[in-house]
Nanobody, 123 residues
Framework: QVQLVESGGGLVQAGGSLRLSCAAS????????MGWFRQTPGSEREFVAA????????YYADSVKGRFTISRDNAKNTVYLQMNSLKPEDTAVYYC????????????????WGQGTQVTVSS
């Protein structure tokens, strides 16, 4: 099995920054793409960003492009999401996912999910 644990969420003012971390453990054979999704109550889970484990190719949702940066540390089996210039509309529970294929925008392409971490941006 693959286990994913997110951390780094919290409360931040608009215009501020946060860095989320996703630590992966277990079998990683199916972890072709790792992604970040976010979800608010009553809404569909929304794609945010993704990265390939091998080459580090990245893909971003238009809503976060230029503000968020996804990266990975292979030695630590960890994926990061650096979030800058945060807006109140970024408020959501952020989930890390593993096992997605390219293009990585559909949540149904991922096999494993973390528990989520809350990000709240105040105005």
């Amino acid at each position: 099995q693959v286990q994913l644990v997110e951390s780094g969420g919290g409360l931040v003012q608009a215009g501020g920054s946060l860095r989320l971390s996703c630590a992966a453990s277990g079998r990683t054979f199916s972890r072709y793409a790792m992604g970040w999704f976010r979800q608010t109550p009553g809404s569909e889970r929304e794609f945010v960003a993704a990265i390939t484990w091998s080459a580090g190719s990245t893909y971003y949702a238009d809503s976060v492009k230029g503000r968020f940066t996804i990266s990975r540390d292979n030695a630590k089996n960890t994926v990061y999401l650096q979030m800058n210039s945060l807006k109140p509309e970024d408020t959501a529970v952020y989930y890390c996912a593993a096992g997605g294929s390219w293009p990585p925008v559909s949540s149904r392409k991922y096999d494993y999910w973390g528990q989520g971490t809350q990000v709240t941006v105040s105005s």
